[in-house]
Structures are given as C-alpha cells and as structure tokens.
C-alpha cells in the first residue's frame, strides 16, 4: 500500500482535498528555504493534482525521507546547478547541506570540483547565489551529514604523483598518469590520451586540480559526481569511466544506478536511460559487484 508522504495520500490519485494541499505547502514552508519549492509544488498542486502526487511519489526515492538521499542529491544538484547557471538551486542546496550537517568548507570542496566543469562561470553563479553571505554561515548543525556505509575521505587516492615543480608534463608524469588509471579503473580513457597527444600541459594542470578538489568529503563522491554529469550530457566514455571508477572506489551498483534514475528523474526523464543503457550495461552485470 502506498503511504501518505509530506501531507499527501498517496493512495488515492483521484482526489486531492484542500488539507492534503495546504498540508504539503505547509510542510515544503517548513524548511524556510527558497521559495521556488513552494511556488513550483503550488503550480502542480492548483492545476496537476495527480501529477504533483506522483511527483512526490519519485521525489521520495531520490530526497526525503532520507537523510543519506538529502545528502547525495544536494551534492550533486550542486554541480547541475552550476552547469545550468541556476543561482536560486544553488543557494536551496546549500541550505539544505547546511541544514543537514555539513560544513561550509565541505560544501566549497563540491563546488571546486565543479568548476573543474563549470569553469569560471560557474563560480559566478556560485558568488551572486551565496558569495556575499557566505562569511557569515556558522559551523555545520549536529548531526553531521551521513554518507552510506564504508564512504571515506581519502585525498591520497586521488593522486597518482605528478611532479608540480613543473609545468611541462614529464615522461614520469605519463608514466604515472598512466598507471593510475590502469589500476584504478583498467585502462587509460582516450580523452586523456588525446590530450597527451595534443595538450599535454593542460592534461596536467586539469588532472592537478582534480586531485585536490576534495579532501575531507569522501573520496566516493567525485564518481558519484562524475555520474551524475555524463548521465545529463549523454557522453558513454564519460559514463564508464565514472562507474568504474565508482567500483574502485566501493561505491556499491545500487548507489550508481539510484545516480543514473536521479539524473533521469530531475533532469533528462527516462530517455537518460538511453546512455545508460549503451554504455553501462555490461558493467552493472559483471559479478560480483553488490
């Protein structure tokens, strides 16, 4: 039987009374955040009520009720928001990462790692979403935020040993590129190759920037992230050297799929799959991966 969720019956699509609104608006206010929610729920609920239900229905796959969900979305919306320019989701995702136990600095580590994307018009939007307040934000609420079981930092793992004394990339530095790769995910991705072969320093510094993007979040998150990218922009190589990577990592397949259906549900709808599915599908089936 499907249960009431955030003041709605969920049981009953076919009618939708006044309280069952008010109810859900009410409960969406509570968090005193952005307003966009709760304009944008209001728009489903005045003239969609079936669809906001069932809306409400994906939405508690992905976010709330749980607290490890909240978390994992935030920080990917983070970066989706930073490649659309969105300064409005921006701020709602630091509120809600604020909100549910994680410190400022953890939440500056995500964006960096987006910039690596995003570039400078990403940390734009940041700034004019939350720059001028962001001083002043307290230390994270207790209890800190929770990742799933066995989700670690481990800024080592990040770095294969370049040499920063250096611009130019050095035969040691191929070397070791190289072997990074190689046992981390099982071979070295062609982007990379290609970039060797024409733009060598650049493959440094930007691989240089990714090692040190995050270092007290868990080390699981920058797949995690990864996924959450190429699953919107449709790249296949991108898409597998992210899982695989996340299978390195420990990143169990139903986190990697839960990304995938996340991407799917907030931002691509269930065609995202396509991508998925040329590209991932043999991975998911390799056994023994849980």
Known sequence: ??????????????????????????????????????????????????????????????????????????????????????????????????????????????????????GMRGLGHVFRAVGETLPAFGPPVEPLAPFPPGWQPDPEAFRCGLDMSTRDLLPADVEALTSWYERTIGYLPRSVTFGLKHHPGFVKVNRAKWEVAIKTLPKQLAPYLMLRHHAITGSLDGLREAALLAKAWGVSK??????LACAAMYFTGIEGFYAASEALDDILDQPGWA
Request: proline share 3%; charged share 20%; aromatic share 12%.
């Open 1 to 118: 039987m499907v249960s009431e969720s955030e003041g709605l019956n969920l049981s009953d699509l076919t009618v939708t009374t006044p309280d069952e609104v008010n109810a859900s608006l009410m409960k969406t206010w509570g968090w005193r955040g952005p307003l966009y929610e709760m304009y944008a729920t209001s728009l489903m609920l005045d003239y969609a009520p079936d669809f906001a239900k069932l809306s409400r229905w994906s939405a508690d796959y992905f976010g709330r009720p749980s607290h490890v969900n909240v978390i994992l979305l935030s920080c990917q919306n983070i970066h989706s928001y930073m490649m659309l320019g969105w300064e409005t989701g921006i701020l709602n995702e630091f509120s809600t990462l604020r909100r549910n136990g994680m410190a400022k600095e953890q939440i500056m580590e995500l964006v960096m790692f987006a910039q690596i994307y995003a």
């Open 254 to 259: 139903k986190y990697v799929v839960h990304s």
